[in-house]
């Protein structure tokens, strides 16, 4: 129970590793924010909500936009309202298009910023202001916890959206760490590998399959629960001495 009394905002967990982290988070005793544009996985399912109750953890749903400033607030200013506080909040919700730099139109380029950067901004934005009205345990007023990328770091075959907002999750990562670290806010940083989410389309072409295969030195790609583990941990008061880092959890693409 190593979130027990801890209240914590997921967003994008109504699928794919951001059900995991919720889950994974309510195992472990946290209040969890089910934080989405819909309660409906994309990979099919149950819904996350329902995965959390049926074994008696706690759990709302909240309707989130991380592109919409009020979105987000309203969110927090939930969370906060039913529970009392916000101990950890958890940026993963993000979005790509899968094309190159003269693919992508400007509409797809502002789309997919919004999500996976400026979504971003705002939820750290509100969840440091929120953290900074609270008292600290252990010296720590509250933990953010980002969804980075590989791709925030190396090159997103044809998808240059994408890669350039997790880039931006990466940077933000390491200037909120340092900026509020006085104050007790702790910022750090997840990055998955290939992951397999069981959604279809893009994400599991053949090509982009094989490409990730060659890529992992470990013999199988990763899953939902791998990144949640890595998430929780960073969540948890075991993580102390450690802030603006970006773990990778990668089946060592990077030191391929």
Request: proline share 4%; glycine share 10%.
């Amino acid at each position: 129970m190593r979130l027990e009394n801890r209240t914590a905002i997921v967003t994008g967990a109504a699928s794919g590793i951001g059900k995991a982290i919720a889950v994974r988070f309510a195992e472990e005793g946290a209040n969890v924010i089910v934080a989405d544009r819909t309660e409906v996985p994309r990979e099919g399912g149950e819904k996350t909500l329902d995965l959390i109750r049926a074994f008696g953890g706690t759990a709302e749903f909240v309707e989130l936009d991380v592109a919409d400033w009020n979105s987000v607030d309203a969110a927090v200013g939930f969370a906060v309202a039913r529970f009392g506080a916000l101990d950890i909040m958890v940026n993963n919700a993000a979005i790509g298009v899968s094309k190159s730099l003269l693919e992508t139109s400007e509409e797809e380029w502002d789309r997919v910023m919004g999500v996976n950067a400026k979504g971003v901004f705002f939820g750290c934005k509100r969840a440091v202001q929120q953290m900074l009205t609270q008292p600290a345990r252990d010296g720590v007023r509250g933990r953010i916890v980002n969804i980075s990328s590989q791709h925030g770091m190396i090159r997103s075959p044809n998808d240059l959206a994408y890669g350039t907002g997790k880039a931006a999750v990466v940077y933000m990562t390491r200037q909120i760490a340092g900026d509020y670290a006085a104050e007790g806010i702790v910022c750090n940083a997840v990055a998955p590998g290939k992951i397999l989410t069981g959604k279809s389309g893009p994400a599991v072409d053949p090509d982009i399959l094989a490409y990730s295969e060659a890529r992992t030195p470990w013999p199988r790609l990763g899953r939902p629960r791998d990144v949640a583990n890595a998430v929780l941990f960073l969540a948890s008061d075991e993580a102390t001495y450690i802030t603006g880092e970006n773990l990778m959890v990668d089946g060592g693409w990077m030191a391929n």
